[in-house]
């Protein structure tokens, strides 16, 4: 879908209208919350253990906890991060306007899209970083020393 908005000339026109923001934003950040059979990732600890990658420090504050009641024992300890911020993410395809794209060029940018599991501690420190709606994946998570844990490592969306 979003590789045929480059074709579409409302778009390619008026893409820095706040409609047209909005919609482009939301999709970018449903990408990567919802599993392949169309299940929703977000708050649930299932899911998200199964689907994405967890920090040393993340797992460290889960480690004792009990129940899947995520407002009251996980969001106080762990968060969920769209490690590729979505306003990143959006800039870069906006870099493709105006140069015919592929699909492969579309793709190399959406796919770095993936929710993080990240310990609240490590949030504070990446938001109050000049990365905090910008920078690369990589970038993002050495700035706040985050290492993946081991049984993570290879848990993403397909």
Known sequence: ?????????AFIKYHRNSNFVSFLEQNLRRYCEYTSEGKGIVWN????KNNCRFTLKAVDSIA????KNWKELYKPVIHQEHIFP????????YSLIGKNPTIEDVEEIIEKSELV???QEERRILDSSKFKSTGEPEERLNLIEAKIH???ENKRLK
Do not use: V
Request: charged fraction near 25%; include cysteine.
């Open 1 to 9: 879908m979003t590789h045929s908005l480059y074709k579409d000339e």
């Open 45 to 48: 600890i299932g899911r998200l």
């Open 64 to 67: 004792n906890i009990q129940g």
């Open 86 to 93: 979505i306003a990143e993410c959006r800039n870069q395809l």
């Open 117 to 119: 599991i990240i310990s």
């Open 150 to 152: 081991p049984d993570y």
